[in-house]
């Protein structure tokens, strides 16, 4: 199974067009080993031929520009594209804005919980996307689903759960507890490649045969979500900030990680202390905000991400598992 990240930034991309803050300031100006980064994306394979995207950023259209493997093949028919499946784990625009680049009717399967699935039919846009073309499909909240796009099974399957989250951002409604978030407005992915998850004798699904985790937001880590990690050969994970207050800490926003959505990286009760007891082949961070001192090559921060044994997802970044 290949993996490769297409998007390695939280919403807003690096830089934010906006953005004229040190870290978004070293990034436009090139300087050394600051890397521009899309918003939060992965491309999954198990064949090389046919593709499925977690989450379809507002930069897709790039991305693709970037990926030979997700262009149309010089051998292939005058329209078509190797990406047969949208996998979405919420429905924040950095993960849903790229659907609408996805129109000009070439067959293709959106693959969300039924939460995420409303907001795409409340939203008359997405009807760009003709319902004769392209299939939305019900992920479970937890549950595992062999995924397959309109030619046939990918060769993938999904173990979909609910991870601690937030509604996305324009759907919050401050009159409500937890601003309206409900079950299913954010999930967490195992992906394997291969046949169908298929529970052992004591009901479990066997974990020795998943490959990777794809959790590009969270907003804590509590035992259950340990227990299901502990042992997988890849966890990219949420690491949108550092610090929580990081963004106020730059003078550019009042909101918390926590506010987000987002556990932080760095310190106590972080992401890195949380998973620093469970048992993973690689660990790594994607859905970076523009304002994560991780950005910054040498910086304390960075040296201590790597320094854990994390490792910093970039555009373009492969994993061949
Ligand atoms: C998030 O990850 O918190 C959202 O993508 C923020 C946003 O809506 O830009
Ligand atoms: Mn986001």
Redesign the pocket.
């Known amino acids: 199974m290949k993996l490769r990240i297409i998007g390695s930034a939280?919403?807003?991309g690096f830089p934010q067009w906006n953005c004229n803050a040190p870290l978004s300031r070293a990034v436009r100006e090139m300087r050394p080993g600051f890397l521009p980064r899309t918003q939060s994306s992965m491309a999954a394979s198990a064949d090389s031929e046919s593709w499925a995207l977690f989450n379809a950023s507002p930069d897709i259209r790039q991305q693709i520009a970037n990926t030979p493997e997700l262009q149309p093949p010089p051998d292939g028919p005058l329209r078509g594209s190797p990406i047969k499946v949208v996998v979405l784990t919420n429905a924040?625009?950095?993960h849903i804005a790229g659907l609408l680049t996805l129109r000009e009717r070439t067959p293709l399967v959106i693959y969300a919980t039924a939460r995420v699935l409303k907001t795409l039919a409340d939203n008359s846009i997405f009807q760009v996307l003709a319902a004769d073309v392209v299939e939305r499909r019900e992920l479970p909240i937890e549950g595992v689903t062999e995924i397959s796009g309109p030619d046939g099974p990918l060769g993938l399957s999904v173990e979909t759960f609910a991870v601690p989250g937030k509604v996305?951002?324009f759907l919050e409604d401050n009159a409500a507890e937890g601003f309206g978030t409900a079950p299913g407005d954010t999930i967490g992915i195992a992906l394997r490649a291969g046949d169908t998850l298929l529970p052992g004798a004591d009901g479990v699904l066997r974990r020795d045969s998943v490959r990777a985790y794809y959790i590009p937001?969270c907003a804590a880590v509590d035992d259950a979500l340990k227990a299901r990690l502990d042992g997988a050969s890849c966890l990219l994970f949420d690491g949108?900030v550092f610090n929580d207050t990081e963004m106020r800490d730059a003078g550019v926003g009042e909101k918390t990680g926590k506010r987000?959505?987002?556990l932080h990286i760095g310190g106590p009760g972080g992401s890195i202390e949380a998973l620093s007891d469970v048992a993973l082949d690689r660990r790594i961070f994607v859905?970076i905000n523009n304002t994560n001192p991780i950005l910054e090559p040498g910086s304390a921060a960075e040296r201590a991400v790597t320094g854990a044994g994390w490792e910093i997802g970039y555009d373009g970044m492969e994993l061949d598992l």
Do not use: C, F, W, Y
């Open positions: 939280a919403g807003g924040d625009v950095d996305a951002l937001g949108t987000m959505g987002h859905h």
